[in-house]
């Protein structure tokens, strides 16, 4: 669901943000909304790795969904959506994340967070007890060597995110009240 909303948030911030040039071919209008080759190649271009890019049909299927969401947007200002304090805010909360993750990743930018195998050697020895199947058998390292060190890497990720932030409230100001 949460990978759904973001697709559709990039949609729609495609839709909203990327302006038309007078030379930007235009594929479809909505109720004089346009819909330009630059706003589909927009969306192709920032989608996932795994997606099959040679899928000649998936530009088609953009500017589909493109339409699909200037459709929704419409009717959603028909219905006065946008003056809707919940709305509203669920925009300042996502302009608010989209802030965040944009400052984490110039922040984290080329850093890498590998983890050896080793590391992951020594979390599995360390947590065995977490690796048995339904009979209570250990499973073999090398089922779970790569959820290990995709985890183990997440870790690091967190910790120095952790250690960023910790960083930024040492300048700040910060005041609880209790």
Do not use: H, W
């Amino acid at each position: 669901m949460k990978r759904i909303f973001l697709l559709f948030s990039l949609l729609l911030f495609v839709v909203l943000v990327n302006p038309s040039f007078a030379d930007d071919k235009v594929l479809a209008t909505v109720d004089g909304t346009n819909i330009t080759q630059s706003q589909v190649d927009a969306v192709f271009n920032s989608l996932p790795a795994n997606v099959d890019k040679t899928n000649p049909d998936l530009k088609t299927e953009i500017l589909n969904r493109l339409i699909d969401n200037v459709v929704l947007i419409n009717e959603a200002k028909k219905e006065g959506l946008e003056s809707d304090p919940k709305v509203i805010q669920a925009i300042s909360n996502a302009k608010n994340e989209i802030l965040i993750n944009f400052l984490l990743q110039k922040q984290f930018a080329g850093q890498s967070f590998d983890v050896t195998d080793a590391d992951v050697t020594n979390f599995y020895n360390q947590n065995s007890d977490k690796f048995k199947d339904k009979n209570g058998n250990l499973v073999p390292i090398d089922k779970v060597k790569d959820y290990v060190k995709q985890y183990l890497t997440s870790q690091k990720e967190q910790q120095a995110i952790q250690a960023y932030v910790d960083s930024l409230k040492k300048q700040d100001n910060i005041v609880i009240n209790k």
